[in-house]
Nanobody, 119 residues
């Protein structure tokens, strides 16, 4: 079983920065893709950024150039550096990890961390 523990959320003014961390704990096979998603009040959960085990990244258009995703495979940890934050970035941010077991893709989610950007 995999447990994802997020940290680093909080309240920041527009234009500020925050760094989110997500550490995977438990016994599991090597993690394939890891990522961050977010959900604002009244909206659906949306992809923010993903990163493969080899380091290939993918970003939502709304965060390109402002957010950077990275990971430390030895620590089973993924990070999200968020710069130039905007009020519209306010949301609960969720960590995600995918592990292939044979032909089955298992997906795990963290509990979420609140990010609030004030104008």
């Amino acid at each position: 079983q995999v447990q994802l523990v997020e940290s680093g959320g909080g309240l920041v003014q527009a234009g500020g920065s925050l760094r989110l961390s997500c550490a995977a704990a438990g016994r599991f096979l090597p993690i394939d893709a890891m990522g961050w998603y977010r959900q604002a009040p009244g909206k659906q959960r949306e992809l923010v950024a993903t990163i493969t085990r080899g380091g290939t990244t993918n970003y939502a258009d709304s965060v390109k150039g402002r957010f950077t995703i990275s990971r430390d495979n030895a620590k089973n940890t993924v990070y999200l550096q968020m710069n130039s934050l905007r009020p519209e970035d306010t949301a609960v941010y969720y960590c995600n990890a995918g592990i292939m077991v044979g032909l089955t893709a298992n997906t795990y989610w963290g509990q979420g961390t609140q990010v609030t950007v004030s104008s």
